[in-house]
């Protein structure tokens, strides 16, 4: 009853979603033959089914080198993750991962579920890394390594400083970004991007992740995973767990409107970066999670249920983006559209107000003098029209039928 809910709701979600599921089920049966190349695609659609859904935006050779590049850092974050292996474990193995990619009879245990059958059968990974051109190879060997040593730092240090934040978003997410770069350029796709913006790309993911994944972190187990900068969350509370206690709602929302400030200061880079990408591709796969992001971090702001469990963008809304997002006219008017519905949460009371609104004004400013917001319609702000719930119902109906049809065709 609730999904049906939100598609009287939101009956422009039903032609996305429908497109999604279809998409979704053409990548099953897209799975490479090759033993090690199906482990590989088959588990990335098992670890994050939204990167195996846009990863196929990408051409065949592109796609396997960034598909392996990911599954590789995957690899490394669940290491860092697994809060019961001991440091002294885990810090060599963080600093030599780089050199285990190359070694098809490596595998660690750790990690849980997915995570587990990842790490046991890796060799399937090494083994197809080791089929990727000598330029994938060494743009993927240097992230990571230059990764592995990141975590390995602070595995032995907390995230005191809003400098320590950015170092540590760096090592984990604004080298992804840097590596993207090298990737599509060893491609032959695009120019070399600058490491500043690059990084901006991956630091804004990331601390959309972290803001989202508070209570996820603050209760594994068995030890409190801390990705929030003491700086930031010592003017509010006295222990960073403090925050998703009842009493304390008042100062954790001020705390996470704090954080989701600090984040907005790479929106303009972003832009920037995406701006600059010629190849439509390239372009697609990046601008959907960055879209995402913005629109997650629209959720959270001033939201308290980031304290009481999941916040994340409605799937129909989800698969508007992955849709709709072609060009750079509907980056800037998603941009501007989540940051106009962010806009309106801000409470002139907050402490960081001035510093919020200063920097989403600064990205509207930026979205406007494109000239984009003129040329195309805003999938948020009309999502909310209201339809003759018989017309809707009718309309899924149709479209079941089609989606059934199209999955029982026999592939050609």
Same mark, same amino acid.
């Given at each position: ?127 197809? &890394? $080791? ?9 993927? /060997? %240097? +992230?990571? @390594?230059?990764?592995?040593?990141? *975590? ?51 630091? &804004? $993911? ?9 209570? /996820? %972190? +603050?209760? @594994?187990?068995?030890?409190?995973? *801390? ?186």
């Amino acid at each position: 009853m609730g999904a049906l809910s939100t598609m009287l709701k939101h009956p422009d979600d039903i032609y996305p979603l429908l497109k999604l599921k279809i998409a979704s089920r053409q990548i099953e049966k897209q799975i490479p033959a090759d033993p090690h190349w199906a482990f590989c695609y088959t588990m990335l659609q098992k670890v994050s089914r939204s990167f195996a859904l846009v990863i196929q935006q990408l051409g065949t050779e592109l796609r396997n080198a960034v598909c392996i590049f990911y599954l590789v850092l995957r690899a490394l974050d669940t290491v860092e993750d697994d809060t019961s292996i001991a440091t002294d474990v885990k810090v060599p193995i963080l600093l030599a991962f780089h050199r285990h990619i190359y070694d098809p009879e490596w595998h660690f245990a750790c990690g849980t579920n997915n995570y587990k059958v990842l790490m046991d059968e890796f060799h399937h990974v090494s083994t197809a &890394f $080791l089929e990727l051109g000598k330029g994938y190879q060494e743009a993927i /060997e %240097d +992230i990571t @390594e230059r990764m592995g040593a990141g *975590m390995a730092k602070f595995i032995l240090k907390e995230v005191e400083a809003i400098d320590d934040y950015d170092e540590y978003c760096h090592y984990v997410a604004g080298l992804v970004g840097l590596g993207l770069s090298k990737l599509f350029h060893a491609a032959g796709k695009e120019d070399l991007a600058s490491d500043s913006l690059s990084n901006s790309m991956g630091l &804004f $993911l990331q601390k959309t992740n972290i803001i989202r994944d508070y209570l /996820e %972190d +603050i209760n @594994e187990i068995p030890k409190s995973r *801390m990705f929030w900068p003491r700086q930031i969350w010592s003017k509010y509370v006295n222990k960073l767990e403090d925050l998703k206690y009842e009493e304390n709602s008042e100062k954790a929302v001020q705390c996470l409107n704090d954080m989701v400030t600090n984040a907005l200061m790479h929106m303009e880079d972003c832009l920037k970066y995406m701006a600059a990408l010629r190849d439509p591709a390239i372009f697609k796969f990046c601008a959907i999670p960055q879209i995402m992001a913005i629109g997650t971090l629209a959720l959270c702001y001033n939201n308290n249920e980031v304290f009481r469990g999941v916040v994340k963008m409605r799937r129909g809304l989800t698969a508007k983006v992955i849709d709709r997002t072609k060009s750079m006219d509907d980056v800037y008017g998603a941009f501007f559209d989540f940051s106009s519905i962010l806009k309106s949460k801000v409470d002139k009371n907050d402490p960081n107000a001035t510093k919020t609104l200063s920097r989403v004004e600064a990205v509207q400013k930026l979205c406007r003098d494109s000239g984009a917001l003129s040329r195309r319609k805003s999938y948020v702000a009309n999502s909310e029209q209201s339809y003759n719930s018989t017309l809707i119902v009718a309309l899924f109906i149709i479209l079941a039928i089609i989606y059934a049809y199209l999955s029982a065709s026999p592939r050609v």
